[in-house]
């Protein structure tokens, strides 16, 4: 079993920062490959990104303004957002899955946070 917090969210300007955190408890994080998404009513759920075993991965409409990391010995997920835009506005969600190579799939995951609000204003 594994229990994920997500925290960070908040208002922001178009072009500005936000970093979200995700805590993790229970089993060995190291283990897992943690994944971000994001949901909107117009797109339901969404892929941003996924750390795994292989790498860092991002989606098209987030490379280069997003970044994912994660501490191990902190049992934390990262989702550093700068240059945001009005459209990234949506409820994020960090998820754990036990496949080493989770990828894009929402369905790989089966741990996920509690999601946090990202309201970027133009």
């Known amino acids: 079993q594994v229990q994920l917090v997500e925290s960070g969210g908040g208002l922001v300007q178009a072009g500005g920062s936000l970093r979200l955190s995700c805590a993790a408890s229970?089993?060995?994080?190291?283990?897992?490959?943690m994944g971000w998404f994001r949901h909107t009513p117009e797109k339901e759920r969404e892929f941003v990104g996924v750390i795994n075993r292989s790498g860092i991965y991002y989606a098209d409409s987030v490379k280069g303004r997003f970044t994912i990391s994660r501490d191990n010995a902190k049992n934390t997920a990262y989702l550093q957002m700068n240059s945001l835009k009005p459209e990234d506005t949506a409820v994020y969600y960090c998820?754990?899955?036990?496949?080493?190579?989770?990828?894009?799939?929402?369905?790989?995951?089966?741990?996920w946070g509690q999601g946090t609000q990202v309201t970027v204003s133009s």
């Open positions: 998820a754990a899955s036990e496949a080493y190579f989770a990828g894009s799939k929402s369905d790989e995951y089966y741990y």
């Open positions: 229970g089993r060995t994080f190291s283990n897992y490959a």
